[in-house]
């Protein structure tokens, strides 16, 4: 295996090998182009998006900035949307299923490194001196809401239908169907009809918002 390739797999990598540098600058650059690029200039914004993360659909969202360290490990479903200052840090494999929504400031880092110093730092192997780091994936299904300044940490799966409360920080799976917060993020509630909004209904009506949950609480 190559280095990059032992990297994206769990594997521990060699953090200084040459492909691995050139990969990691790639995508630095491709990232400060599409962060300078208008708004407006929609169709070079998506040129460059797919250069970035060529797994990805023409239905993809990415407000600027925007941050990943390799792009052609992540994988994005359709209908993806994320709002300012997404970074996912794809050392190992970030897997996005369809109709998913991220607020401001979500970080998802899969990049992991020893806990005991002296296996940390940058030292000299036979090989040479080298920096030796490893990964976990992170995998995040269908119809997901993660709010605003959520960290998602390597190694976590989350299930379809899940929302994630704005300030959470995810160590651990999150089922299916589930409203999940806190740091670190626990299941508060599944997810039932009662939370329904009848949105389409209410929306011709012009009235606020209110599930079925809220109204027992306000009658």
């Known amino acids: 295996m190559t280095e990059f390739e032992k990297m994206r797999n769990g594997l521990l990598y060699n953090g200084t090998d040459w492909e691995i540098i050139k990969k990691h600058a790639r995508a630095f650059v491709l990232c400060e182009k599409y962060n300078k690029t208008s708004f407006i200039r929609i169709h070079r914004r998506q040129r460059l998006l797919k250069k970035i993360i060529p797994n990805s659909t023409d239905n993809a969202l990415v407000f600027s900035p925007f941050k990943v360290e390799y792009g052609e490990n992540i994988s994005l479903g359709d209908y993806f949307f994320s709002n300012f200052n997404c970074i996912m840090l794809d050392v190992a494999k970030i897997t996005i299923g369809d109709n998913a929504m991220l607020g401001p400031n979500v970080t998802l880092a899969t990049p992991m490194h020893p806990l005991c110093h002296e296996e940390r730092i940058v030292q000299d192997y036979p090989v040479g001196k080298i920096d030796l780091e490893y990964a976990k994936p992170i995998t995040i299904g269908n119809n997901v809401w993660i709010a605003s300044n959520v960290t998602i940490v ?63 609480h306000l009658s």
């Open 154 to 216: 390597g190694g976590v799966t989350i299930g379809d239908n899940v929302v994630i409360g704005a300030g959470s920080l995810v160590l651990n799976d999150i089922p299916s169907g589930v409203l999940a917060a806190g740091s670190p993020a626990k299941v508060i509630r599944e997810i039932t009809e009662e939370d329904k909004l009848d949105v389409w209904q209410t929306y011709l009506d012009e009235k606020p918002p209110i599930s079925k949950r809220d109204a027992k």
